[in-house]
């Protein structure tokens, strides 16, 4: 019996590595614009039948084989349900650490992207009342929370003032997610581009950075931290 749940273990393991991994380029695409077309999840003996897709039709279209073979597969709801939350963590860090880690990426026009192709997933896990119990939408959303409030952060703070953000505790009520120092590398790396040319008010610029200087970095990393097993 120990050893039929080592097996099980390691099989969903497995999966959920291999998920990972085909979802990494989609999501990469579909949430930092990174390509203006790749091809759909579904495949085809040739390469003049696949059809072009947008980034983030392709990232549901993956999300819908993972469930399409949980569902062939029997696997029970809470089995499935943990799966998809590991999937959608991973989505989640990929995107997340990606704009903290490059500063052409804080942007208020990646947040706007970043926010919409949230609200796409949104509408889609909305209509799998089937799966996971009917728990797929709330486990998106608290999986893709962070990513949520680090997006909002780009396209809140170039409209804000520091009235509106008096100190880093009403920073902290309004970015529950997010600590002092991974604000401070959004405000600090933000960058203006053609289509969002509003940029962060000096003053709450010099409040956040007065507020990251007391913060122990140990306590407050910047990236969000990658399962052991899918490193």
């Known amino acids: 019996e120990g050893k039929l749940q080592h097996i099980v273990v390691s099989a969903v393991e497995f999966f ?4 990972c991994k085909k979802l990494s380029r989609v999501c990469l695409e579909a949430f930092l614009m990174e390509s203006k077309a790749v091809f759909s999840a579904a495949k085809s003996r040739t390469q003049s039948h696949k059809k072009a897709v947008d980034p983030t039709s392709d990232l549901m279209d993956h999300l819908d084989e993972i469930i399409n073979i949980m569902k062939e597969s029997n696997l029970h709801d809470f089995v499935a349900a943990l799966i998809m939350k590991y999937v959608l963590d991973f989505v989640n860090v990929k995107i997340f650490n990606e704009i903290m880690s490059r500063k052409e990426l804080c942007s208020g026009e990646i947040g706007f992207n970043v926010k919409l192709v949230i609200s796409y997933l949104n509408c889609w896990a909305s209509e799998k009342t089937k799966v996971c119990s009917g728990e797929l939408m709330n486990v998106l959303q608290t999986a893709l929370k962070p990513l949520t409030q680090e997006a909002d952060a780009l396209v809140i703070l170039p409209n804000g003032s520091k009235e509106e953000y008096a100190s880093a505790k009403e920073l902290d009520e309004t970015f529950s997610m997010l600590n002092i120092l991974q604000i401070h590398r959004l405000a600090t790396q933000f960058t203006v581009t053609r289509k969002q040319k509003e940029k ?4 709450l610029l010099k409040m956040i ?7 122990n970095s140990d306590l407050f990393p910047v990236l969000l931290p990658i399962p052991k097993f899918l490193q």
């Open 16 to 19: 959920v590595v291999a998920a």
């Open 200 to 203: 962060i008010p000096k003053a």
């Open 209 to 215: 950075d007065t507020a990251a200087k007391g913060a």
